[in-house]
């Protein structure tokens, strides 16, 4: 290498583009990890927070909003957040295997981390309620995979016994550090609008993302980061609402399978957030849900899996009230690509099949 080519690297490399060094390093200060703990990462973290005008249109009231496409993680969803966390944790205790019991994407999530540190990954799953994408991740990252003749509230029950019995960590969101690791969403929200949205719109299923949140909203909040907390806006699918109507749902049912939970385990800390913040709860229809998804794709490019476009579903049907000026952010929690055949089957695209290979039939086709 040349002289001047040496000198050239050596003071034209802009520091932003120092790499990323995943979320643990990044916000090491603020997590419960010390110099023994080793880092398990993917280098999760740091999605982008993107303006929505299609919706801000659709709402009015010049209120900006955006989306934290939280589907962009590495294993294409909000999990891999938490799951550096209890899987770095685990490593540090001497941990050999780890359960968990999924709607799909927390068992793709837990099976990439736990493979990686060298561990076993034992998941459960409801039989025929995972959508395609999220079990062929579980499958090809080797999970040992246990797929149950009931729902995902039986999963969860079943997998805290089998914690209780023996030495496997259970990394549901009741593993206290999954959401320390989720928390960080927020720290980047903050880092980036340089202060709190005024309504943070979540879906909420075991309602761990949610009491995540509000934990990295305030943390930061006390450490002057941020001059404002957001309102904690939660969503459910209607056929899935245990939060919304305060009571436990036997059998629920909903498109948004990542959602499909009748009895959320993190209940009374999802209340709290909600009352601390002044926030809400509200549930959406499967319509609602399926149109807000279909919106994000077609108008914005941006695709999310059903449960995600709950949260942009619950601020379509909240828009009378949003105030004058605000700010907004709904938060994907996943990748579309988790659920072709919801993708599939809810569309509006021209799909012109069966077409012979001859460019004049084409172009009639395509109005040319
Ligand atoms: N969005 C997606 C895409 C999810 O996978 C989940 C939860 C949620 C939202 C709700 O988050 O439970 O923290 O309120 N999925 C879990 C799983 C239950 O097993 O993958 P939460």
Known sequence: MSLTQKLRDKFMRSPEMEPWPGLIEKYRQWLPVSGKTPVITLKEGC???????????????????????????????????????????????????????????????????????GMRAFVLIPDGYVAQGKLAQALVYGAEIIAIRGNFDSALDIVRELNKKYPITL?????????????????????????????????????????????????????????????????????SAPLVYGKKIENPETIATAIRIGNPVNQSKAINAKKESKGGFLDV?????????????????????????????????????????????????????????????????????DIPAESKKISELIGY
């Open 171 to 239: 990394v549901n969101s009741v593993n206290p550090f999954r959401l320390q690791g989720q928390k960080t969403a927020a720290f980047e929200i903050i880092d980036e609008l340089t202060d709190a949205p005024d309504w943070l719109c979540i879906p909420m299923g075991n309602a761990g993302n949610i009491s995540a949140y509000w934990l990295g909203f305030k943390e930061y909040n006390k450490a002057g980061k941020s001059k404002k907390l957001p309102r904690m806006m939660g969503f459910q699918a209607s056929g």
């Open 285 to 353: 229809t499967d319509e609602e849900i399926i149109k807000a998804y279909n919106i994000l794709g077609c108008e914005e490019g941006i695709f999310c899996e059903p449960a995600s476009a709950a949260s942009v579903a619950g601020l379509l049907k909240r828009s009378n009230e949003v105030p004058q000026n605000s700010t907004i952010v709904c938060v994907l929690t996943g990748n579309g690509l988790k659920d072709p055949d919801c993708a599939i089957n809810n569309n509006s695209a021209k799909f012109y099949k």
């Open 47 to 117: 999605t982008p927070l993107i303006r929505v005008k299609s919706i801000e249109r659709r709402i009015k009231n010049h209120a900006k909003v955006y989306v934290k496409y939280d589907g962009l993680n590495p294993t294409g969803s909000f999990k891999d957040r938490g799951m550096t966390m209890a899987i770095s944790k685990a490593k540090e205790e001497g941990c050999e295997a780890v359960i968990c019991a999924s709607t799909g994407n927390t068992s793709a999530s837990a099976a990439a981390y736990a493979k990686r540190a």
